[in-house]
Nanobody
Framework: QLQLVESGGGLVQPGGSLSLSCAAS????????IGWFRQAPGKEREGVSC??????TTNNADSVKGRFTISREKKTVYLHMNSLKPEDTAIYYC???????????????????WGKGTLVTVSS
C-alpha cells in the first residue's frame, strides 16, 4: 500500500512563494504518475498540476499556468508555487496513479492513492 505524505504547506502573503513536497514512505515514486490536487472550502476538488511517471508529460490548470511548476525526483515530487493569490488557498493533496506512459493529461488518470493533504493559506 503506497502511503503518500505531503509537506510544505503554511501561511504565505499574496505574491509569495511556497514549495510542497510529496513523498512515500518505504517506496519510490518513479513508477507512478503524480498529481497535485486542491480543494478550497465550498468548492470541488480540482487538478492543479500533474506529471507522468517518466516526467515527459506535465499539465497545469489554466488558473496556475505560469505560476506553478511540478517536478519530480525518484522519491519526491514537488510543487513550486510562485505569485500566490488568495484564491490559491486550499488543502493541497498529492495523488499517485499506476498509469504508465506519457499520453493524455496525467491529471485525468485514475488516481490509486491519495495523501491526507496539506493546507496552504494565502493571506495578508
Amino acid at each position: 500500500q503506497l502511503q503518500l505524505v505531503e509537506s510544505g504547506g503554511g501561511l504565505v502573503q499574496p505574491g509569495g512563494s511556497l514549495s510542497l513536497s510529496c513523498a512515500a514512505s518505504r517506496f519510490t515514486l518513479d513508477t507512478y504518475a503524480i498529481g497535485w490536487f486542491r480543494q478550497a472550502p465550498g468548492k470541488e476538488r480540482e487538478g492543479v498540476s500533474c506529471i507522468s511517471s517518466s516526467g515527459r508529460t506535465t499539465n497545469n490548470a489554466d488558473s496556475v499556468k505560469g505560476r506553478f511548476t511540478i517536478s519530480r525526483e525518484k522519491k519526491t515530487v514537488y510543487l513550486h508555487m510562485n505569485s500566490l493569490k488568495p484564491e490559491d488557498t486550499a488543502i493541497y493533496y498529492c495523488a499517485a496513479s499506476s498509469v504508465v506512459g506519457d499520453s493524455g493529461d496525467p491529471c485525468r488518470y485514475g488516481m490509486d492513492y491519495w495523501g491526507k493533504g496539506t493546507l496552504v493559506t494565502v493571506s495578508s
